[in-house]
C-alpha cells in the first residue's frame, strides 16, 4: 500500500501529522508518535510574548542605569519566567531533530510583524524541516477592518518569508470574508501550504460562579465539517500543499479529509484523548479502508470527491442549502425516525 505524500515540499510516508500540542514537546512522545506512525511532527508554538519577553529581560540585564522592571516583562510574568522561552525552544527543536527521523515543523505564533519574527531564522538553524505560522487573532478592536486583518496576515508571512529558506504553513482561520481567496492570496504571498484550520478556543461562562469559563474543550468529529468544505473548494486549484486540522478521532475523519484533497491530515484531540499510540489506530484504519475498496495508493483516492471531482460541484455551493433546508423532515415522536423527503 504506497501511502506517499507530499506537503510543503516534504516527502511523507504517509499522511498522518501530529499537530502542534504538549505531546510533541516531549521527546519521549515525539518518539512514542513516530514509533507509532506520525508521518512529520509540529512543535507546539513559540509566542511572540516569549520572545519579546526575552528579549525585554535581556535588555533590562545589560542596561546599566535602568532599576525598573522593563513593562513587557510585567505584562507576561509568568512568560518571563518561563521553562519555555525562546532558548528553551530552540532546544527543542535540536533535539527533536536527534530523536525522531519524521520531519519536525517548529511554530511561531503571533499576532504583528514587529522584531520577533526573525527568530524564524534560528529556529531554521536548529534544524527545523519547516516552519508553521500561528496567527492566532481575534480583532476586538473595533476599528480594524476586515482588509487590516488580512493584511495583517500577509506582513507577518512576508516578514517570516524574508529570513528563511525552508518551507512556510499559515495555520488559517476560518473567519475570513472571502476564505478561498485569502488562502490564495496567502499562497502568492509565499505560503507553501495552509492549514485549514486554525481551531479559536471559545469562552463560555459558568451561571453559578458568574465568572468567564476559558477551560480547553478537545474537539469533537462534527468538527471536521467547516475544514472539510473550504478543502473540498480548495483542492486542485491551489499550489499550496493542503493539511486538514480538527476533529480527527477516528479513520473514518482521516478518510474523508483525504477524498476532498487534503495532502495530510493532523490530530491533536484524539491524540491527548487516547495517547501517541492513537496514530497506529488512525494508519491501521486508513489502510483497512482502502484495501476495503481495492485502493493501492493514496493518490487513487486523494480528492476524488472534491468541488473540481464531484459531477455536480454545487453540491457545495448554494443550491445544496436550500435543498438541505427545504428536505428538513421533523423526526417522529415516537419513532424518532425522520420521514424520507420527497
Ligand atoms: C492542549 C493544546 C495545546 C495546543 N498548543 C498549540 C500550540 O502551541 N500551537 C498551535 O498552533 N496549536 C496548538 N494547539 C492546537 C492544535 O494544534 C490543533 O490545531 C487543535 O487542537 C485542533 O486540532 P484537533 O481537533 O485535532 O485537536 C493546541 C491544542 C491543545 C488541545
Known amino acids: 500500500m504506497d501511502l506517499k505524500t507530499r506537503y510543503m515540499g516534504l516527502q511523507l510516508e504517509n499522511p498522518l501529522v501530529a499537530s502542534a500540542s504538549p505531546l510533541t514537546r516531549e521527546l519521549d512522545s515525539l518518539k512514542r508518535l513516530e514509533d507509532a506512525g506520525a508521518a512529520a511532527v509540529v512543535l507546539p508554538s513559540l509566542f511572540q510574548e516569549e520572545i ?8 533590562h540585564l545589560t542596561s546599566a542605569h535602568d532599576d525598573s522592571w522593563p513593562e513587557g516583562l510585567s505584562n507576561f510574568p509568568k512568560l518571563a519566567n518561563a521553562q519555555h522561552g525562546p532558548h528553551e525552544y530552540l532546544e527543542l527543536v535540536r533535539r527533536a531533530r536527534e530523536a525522531v527521523g519524521v ?8 499576532i504583528n510583524d514587529e522584531g520577533w519574527t526573525s527568530y524564524a531564522r534560528q529556529l531554521q538553524q536548529a534544524g527545523a524541516h519547516g516552519l508553521e505560522l500561528n496567527i492566532y487573532f481575534i480583532p476586538a478592536d473595533l ?3 476586515g482588509r487590516d486583518v488580512e493584511q495583517r ?4 508571512l512576508r516578514a517570516v518569508r524574508t529570513t528563511v529558506s525552508i518551507p512556510v504553513a499559515v495555520k488559517l482561520s476560518p473567519y475570513f470574508s472571502s476564505v478561498g481567496n485569502m488562502a490564495m492570496t496567502l499562497h502568492d504571498a509565499g505560503a507553501d501550504a495552509l492549514v485549514l484550520f486554525n481551531r479559536f478556543y471559545q469562552p463560555d461562562l459558568d451561571l453559578a ?3 468567564v469559563l476559558t ?8 468538527e471536521i465539517r467547516l475544514p472539510l468544505l473550504w478543502l473540498a473548494v480548495l483542492a486542485g486549484r491551489t499550489r499550496a500543499s493542503l493539511a486538514a486540522s480538527t476533529g480527527v478521532t477516528s479513520a473514518e475523519e482521516v478518510v474523508k479529509y483525504l477524498l476532498v484533497g487534503a495532502d495530510v491530515v493532523m490530530t491533536t484531540s484524539s491524540l491527548l484523548r487516547q495517547g501517541p499510540e492513537h496514530m497506529a489506530t488512525l494508519l491501521a484504519g486508513l489502510k483497512a479502508w482502502l484495501q476495503a475498496r481495492e485502493f493501492t495508493s493514496l493518490e487513487h483516492v486523494r480528492g476524488i470527491m ?3 471531482s464531484l459531477r455536480d460541484p454545487q453540491t457545495f455551493e448554494r443550491a445544496n442549502y436550500l435543498k438541505i433546508l427545504q428536505g428538513y423532515r421533523q423526526p417522529d415522536p415516537v419513532s424518532g425516525r425522520r420521514p424520507v423527503a420527497v
Open 103 to 110: 520531519p519536525v515543523i517548529a511554530s511561531l505564533n503571533g
Open 52 to 59: 519579546e519577553a526575552e528579549t525585554a529581560r535581556h535588555e
Open 215 to 222: 477551560d480547553l474543550k478537545l474537539s469533537e468529529p462534527n
Open 143 to 145: 476599528a480594524e477592518t
Open 153 to 156: 496576515y500577509l506582513d507577518i
Open 209 to 211: 460562579r458568574l465568572q
Open 306 to 308: 472534491s468541488q473540481r
